[in-house]
């Protein structure tokens, strides 16, 4: 009797379930430990009825319109079917009641509860009660017997007792189940069951076995058992014919019996091995549905419950066809497979003897095959019931076969399809809300705040809680129009109601932040066009609706553009001036959904960034968030707790960053989002226990989860390192979006962004090294800046790697090209906003300036073949990028920015006087090509390092607005002041001396140079007092020289200070013989200061091949 498993369904919360068939079959009822009893029309109904009963449910019945629950407040309710409304209280306990069954007429209730009590009840009258006491400890399940003469019950005492129910006395008991303290410590549920019809035989699970009782004699008459079993069976359940046995266990085993034969003809098991805890067969015995300790649904489909010989009768006959007839097994093998799932059909030889001899009126007709829809086991239409319903309404059960007859006649025709199968389409849905159909639930939960709905018998209305009260006061709404969707900006409140048959669809805004005492509005939609997604934007609103359309508002409720969907809206989202649209673009098969997505700029440029594209879930997943971050990049998360984010550097793909099932202790927890941000890398939700949403109250707290990409080897350094690079790309790409879109950036944070990205990528490079995997550090140096392949040249060059430092000399050199080349793709006024924006001093743009015309002067005069090096270099000082490791003013793992001298150009791994210059050998061509374009790379980091440490030292701003060497600004402002050659040949032979810090200054155009400012007091008496400075301090970079300065120069009386002040404004226009004597000054003090520099590079040396980057 093979049978089909359906997938399970999420119904209830973590904990104990029950579940029963309404009296025509049509629906699923279930219950749960969290207080709802829900009704299912299939297995996939995705919006089941729910009906609250209280807090938790220990079991539920139904019968004739009347639903039984025991709930945990220690009643007994009734209410009706399918309304669901309150119809009183049946009885009630001291403590709770463990299990609800109606007798068969549907007159009686019997219960049992923890206080060793059974009751039973008459449904109309609740006041005839009959008390049952007898046991000594929480009874476990109770059960009616057909003719309503007994009543059986088990107990955690160990004991099975059946009651007379008229004498309330007990008939038979047997010891015979093991004790335990109460219901939650009990091995088994041990759910009873008579016989149905008969009432001859009562099944009790036993360890793992369920034994039978003779009704006439009270005798054990026979056991079922299996070798699949290997933990207690929890619960059993008979087949409406009274011919089978089910079975459910605590290891997830379900297991069908043919009693009569004491065969076990069934044998499936629970997808996850959960605990059967609820098993109903549906009346027309095709079906079986269960439910399990995890608070899931499943089902059965295809049990037959046909007679045994009937059954054994088509497997003999089957099994003898077989073996005579090979050829027709081509064609009868689905036939035979039928039969032997117990389907029908007129063309099988066997038929006519079945319905002959068989007249057993107790006997039903066996489902007719597959529905045609799996997703929906019964449907309204004729041709979806099953054969085996028909019998019971209107048929006599004397005429058992002419019952089946007509029923078996379309099913000639019906073709079996074992394709594909079509998945139900997910419904719309708000996202960060919680379901519609709760009483209390959340409207919506964003990043501004919080909205709530109330709709039960005191209150119908909303309250609105701000995150940032300074946006607003919190507000309590009156719900008269009953809307069930909002949303949440920081300019309104949006919120939206299906229409009924009276009344339209409506829209109401709530403009708090408007101006005017007007501060609402409502519109209605066109008759028949209803509500089914809304967001806001910055300024906007947009409404999806029933007729396939995206309907646009002005905050103020001005109607903008109107425009068609390719298909049914799943859900909205907005920021800023985003829009982001998902919708079914098409019929999704075996689980998966087939959703588009859209994203509109609505901006004053209105585009369409995507056009429909294809949303990628997971398999057998649906869409469960969608929204932006808080930066306003597109995200979304599918049911299984992946989440996705928008790359847009790579063309709009979506990269998983997260999986919110790694973080779940339990499969039935999950986490709802309320928000995700990308700096920093913060999800934020909240955890689930055993649901998929958070109730109201108390107030859900809110957790952080990290961000993971999911890449291979994670445990590994190498992987380690590759995940945090691309991790950190994609988070910062926002950074480029919002410059894009005129929107103002965190340079700070951008800057330290990139600093992390070259920390990860030069991390790698030495890792790649020390495997002797060159070809990849070549790799890694494509990725890198121009700046940071310099450092993985002089790298590569004391790891003594020098075909590796060439290849990356000529990758330098290429990354310089590029530079250029795009430099002088800038226009003018843009390339004057940023140095406005990002560099502040019109000083040091002038010293800059002259300090790259007058290296790239001296270069075309005696080195016409490294023009182009020197154009580069000029370009490269223009442009406005950062060092991502500098710390300071002076970084002693660069080289020095030195122009090049007539005598050769400079090895800067030569540890020599800082004055001094040294060449390159000739007799050496691989070395010195390599060092050769190490030198035009050293000059590189001039533009790439000043940036890092501004706004950290604001008190210096007015002096130095970016760490730079005060000597070198004030030697190229006077180099710079003078037109003839001798004095840019002593500008130039200085600055080779001083070797200053490199700083991010670029070059200010032509106007600037003639407006420098004059030199101040303080930058004056700084350049004579700089030596005995740094005879106390040897170890101060430049900053700390400077700082250092500045204590020093406060403690001068006023009268001094006014007489350098002077001295300055007397020397704005320098003197030759000042000039010279300032050279000789400075010239002296490099040579004491040299000593203290000569040490630097081994410094830097021993750090280098220890790779640590210098935090001074």
């Given at each position: 009797m093979p049978c089909e498993r359906k997938p399970m369904r999420y119904g209830h919360s973590e904990g104990h379930t029950d579940v029963c068939f309404d009296d025509e079959g049509k629906c699923i009822v279930t219950c749960g430990s969290d207080g709802d009893v829900r009704i299912w029309e299939s297995l996939d109904d995705d919006d089941p009825k729910s009906i609250n009963v209280g807090e938790k449910v220990y079991s539920a019945a139904l019968k004739n319109g009347k639903l039984v629950t025991a709930v945990s407040n220690n009643t007994v309710q009734i209410h009706t079917f399918p309304e669901g409304d309150p119809d009183g209280i049946l009885t009630r306990f001291t403590t709770n009641a463990n299990h609800v069954t109606f007798n068969s007429s549907g007159s009686r209730v019997a219960v049992g509860s923890s206080d060793f009590i059974v009751k039973i009840v008459e449904v109309v009258d609740s006041s005839q009660q009959k008390t049952l006491r007898g046991h000594d400890a929480p009874v476990l399940s109770v059960a009616l017997d057909p003719s309503d003469e007994f009543l059986a019950s088990s107990s955690c005492d160990g004991s099975v007792t059946v009651w007379s129910i008229e004498s309330q006395t007990q008939v038979a008991q047997w010891k015979i189940l093991q004790k335990s303290s109460d219901v939650s410590n009990a091995k088994s549920l041990c759910r009873l069951a008579w016989q149905p019809r008969s009432g001859k035989l009562l099944a009790i699970p036993v360890d793992l076995t369920i034994q039978l009782y003779d009704r006439n004699t009270w005798t054990h008459v026979s056991t079922l058992s299996d070798d699949l079993i290997t933990q207690v069976v929890n619960v059993v359940v008979w087949s409406p014919c009274g011919k089978f046995l089910a079975a459910g266990t605590v290891g997830g085993n379900l297991l069908i019996w043919d009693v009569e034969a004491k065969l076990c003809i069934e044998r499936q098991k629970h997808e996850k091995g959960f605990t059967v805890c609820g098993m109903a067969w549906h009346p027309s015995g095709g079906r079986i549905a269960y439910t399990d300790t995890e608070g899931c649904l499943g089902l059965l489909e295809g049990v037959s419950s046909s007679s045994p010989s009937s059954s054994s009768t088509i497997q003999s006959k089957a099994t003898a066809s077989k073996e005579t007839n090979d050829y027709d097994d081509l064609f009868d093998e689905d036939d035979d497979r039928m039969l032997d799932e117990g389907m029908s059909d007129s063309r099988s030889p066997v038929k006519k003897p079945i319905m002959e001899d068989d007249d057993d009126d107790d006997d039903l007709m066996p489902a007719t095959g597959r529905p045609r829809n799996r997703g929906s086991f019964l449907d309204d239409d004729d041709n979806?019931?099953?054969?085996?319903?028909?019998?019971?309404?209107?048929?006599?059960?004397?005429?058992?076969?002419?019952?089946?007859?007509?029923?078996?006649?379309?099913?000639?025709?019906?073709?079996?399809?074992?394709?594909?199968?079509?998945?139900?389409?997910?419904?719309?849905?708000?996202?960060?809300s919680t379901p519609m159909?709760?009483?209390?639930?959340?409207?919506?939960?964003?990043?501004?705040?919080?909205?709530?709905?109330?709709?039960?018998?005191?209150?119908?209305?909303?309250?609105?809680?701000?995150?940032?009260?300074?946006?607003?006061?919190?507000?309590?709404?009156?719900?008269?129009?009953?809307?069930?969707m909002a949303d949440l900006s920081q300019e309104a409140v949006l919120l939206a109601c299906e229409g009924t048959d009276e009344l339209a669809s409506k829209i109401q805004c709530l403009h708090f932040s408007c101006w005017d005492t007007h501060k609402d509005w409502i519109v209605d939609l066109p008759k028949g066009e209803d509500v089914r997604a809304l967001c806001l934007g910055q300024g906007w609103a947009a409404v999806a609706t029933s007729a396939l359309m995206v309907r646009l508002f002005s905050i103020g409720g001005v109607q903008k553009e109107i425009f068609s969907l390719p298909g049914a809206v799943v859900c909205l989202a907005g920021h800023g001036e985003q829009l982001l649209i998902v919708y079914h673009r098409g019929t999704g098969f075996d689980g998966d959904q087939a959703l588009g997505v859209q994203l509109l700029q609505l901006g004053r440029r209105r585009r369409q960034v995507m056009h429909g594209e294809p949303l990628p879930l997971s398999r057998k997943s649906y869409l469960a968030w969608m929204g932006f971050t808080a930066e306003g990049t597109p995200c979304c998360i599918d049911s299984e707790g992946v989440v996705r984010i928008l790359n847009r550097t790579l063309g709009n793909t979506w990269t998983p960053v997260c999986n919110t099932r790694e973080s779940c202790k339990s499969k039935s927890d999950h986490y709802w989002v309320v928000g995700v941000h990308e700096n920093p890398q913060q999800l934020r939700c909240i955890p689930c226990k055993g649901s998929r949403f958070p109730p109201t109250l108390p107030r859900p707290a809110v957790a952080v989860l990290p961000f993971n990409l999911p890449y291979c080897q994670t445990t590994t350094e190498k992987g380690q390192m590759e995940e945090q690079y691309w991790r950190s790309m994609l988070f910062h790409n926002h950074y480029g979006f919002l410059s894009s879109s005129g929107y103002e950036i965190d340079s700070e944070g951008q800057s330290q962004a990139e600093k992390e990205q070259q920390e990860l990528l030069m991390k790698m490079f030495a890792l790649s090294c020390k495997l002797e995997r060159e070809f990849r550090c070549v790799e890694l140096a494509e990725m890198m800046t121009h700046s940071v392949v310099t450092l993985a040249i002089r790298y590569a060059s004391r790891s003594r790697r020098m075909a590796l430092a060439q290849r990356l000399s000529e990758l330098a050199l290429e990354k310089a090209n590029q530079l250029q080349e795009e430099e002088e793709e800038e226009e003018e006024p843009a390339y004057q906003r940023h140095t406005s924006r990002e560099y502040r001093g019109s000083n040091q743009m002038s010293s800059r300036q002259a300090q790259v015309e007058n290296g790239c002067e001296e270069e075309e005069e005696d080195y016409p073949q490294e023009e182009q090096m020197d154009a580069e270099e000029s370009t490269e000082t223009r442009k406005p990028s950062l060092n991502p490791f500098k710390k300071g003013a002076k970084s002693p793992e660069r080289p020095s920015p030195k122009p090049v001298s007539k005598e050769g150009r400079v090895n800067p791994f030569k540890v020599s006087g800082a004055g001094k210059s040294s060449s390159s050998p000739a007799g050496q061509p691989r070395t010195t090509n390599v060092l050769d374009s190490m030198t035009m790379s050293s000059r590189k980091p001039t533009p790439l390092g000043g940036t890092s440490k501004q706004g950290k030292a604001p008190i210096l701003k007015p002096l130095a607005p970016k760490p730079k060497s005060k000597t070198q600004a004030t030697l190229l402002q006077m180099s710079a002041s003078k037109g003839s050659s001798k004095k840019l040949e002593d500008s130039q032979l200085e600055a080779e001396k001083v070797k200053p810090a490199p700083a991010a200054t670029p070059p200010a155009s032509m106007e600037n140079i003639e407006n420098r400012k004059p030199k101040t007091g303080f930058q004056l008496w700084l350049e004579e007092n700089r030596k005995s400075i740094l005879a106390d301090n040897p170890d101060f970079e430049e900053m700390d020289v400077i700082k250092e300065g500045m204590g020093r120069f406060r403690t001068l009386t006023a009268e001094e200070r006014l007489n350098w002040t002077e001295r300055a404004k007397g020397d704005s226009d320098p003197k030759k013989r000042k000039r010279e004597d300032e050279g000789q000054a400075d010239e002296q003090m490099e040579t004491d200061e040299g000593s203290a520099k000569k040490k630097k590079p081994l410094d830097t040396s021993a750090k280098l091949s220890a790779f640590a980057f210098n935090k001074e």
């Open positions: 979806s019931q099953d054969p085996g319903s028909v019998k019971l309404d209107g048929v006599p059960e004397e005429d058992g076969s002419s019952a089946i007859l007509p029923a078996v006649v379309p099913a000639v025709s019906r073709p079996v399809y074992d394709g594909p199968m079509p998945t139900q389409p997910q419904r719309a849905f708000q996202p960060g159909h709760l009483m209390h639930r959340f409207m919506m939960w964003n990043s501004v705040g919080i909205v709530r709905g109330y709709n039960d018998d005191q209150d119908n209305a909303i309250d609105v809680e701000f995150h940032d009260t300074a946006i607003h006061h919190a507000m309590h709404l009156t719900n008269t129009l009953g809307h069930t």
